[in-house]
């Protein structure tokens, strides 16, 4: 798992959508322009239109899944595919996109190479969330888990 949730990301997911995904970059302000890439990073799915699909493509990721079906459910099924703001869902990949942490539900450890990596800069952004210093008191498990 390479992501911290603040609060619940659900409240940010329209009731109509059956597919909803986060995505590296939301580049303006529609949440249902399907040229936007997957993230895996949260995804959110009604059962209905999904289970039907993910038979259909055995062994395919959720992100890969959801950028392959994204058109294909909407055309065919009128299937309701959104991707939620990063405003809400954020991530490294635009890490010079300012943050509100008022608003921020999850934070996403995308476009960061190698696990140790993404746990140091995640726990940075937790603790930068809560004011706190983003370094581990000594004797905590933060502070003697292996890296």
């Not at 959508?17 to 580049?27: E, R, T, V």
């Not at 890439?37 to 890969?64: C, I, L, M, T, V």
């Not at 950028?67 to 299937?79: M, N, P, T």
């Amino acid at each position: 798992m390479d992501m911290v949730w603040f609060r619940n990301p659900l409240l940010r997911v329209p009731v109509a959508a059956d597919l909803a995904m986060s995505c590296d970059m939301f580049c303006g302000d529609n949440p249902y322009d399907l040229d936007k890439r997957a993230n895996g990073g949260f995804a959110y799915a009604r059962a209905s239109a999904w289970y039907g699909a993910r038979g259909a493509h055995p062994g395919k990721n959720e992100q890969d899944l959801f950028d392959k079906l994204k058109r294909e459910l909407s055309a065919a099924h009128g299937v309701a595919a959104q991707f939620v703001d990063t405003d809400y869902l954020g991530g490294f990949c635009e890490r010079r996109k300012r943050r509100d942490f008022n608003k921020l539900r999850t934070y996403h450890g995308n476009c960061l190479v190698g696990l140790r990596t993404k746990l140091e800069r995640l726990r940075s952004a937790a603790c930068s969330r809560s004011g706190r210093s983003s370094r581990p008191r000594p004797g905590s498990p933060a502070a003697t888990s292996p890296r």
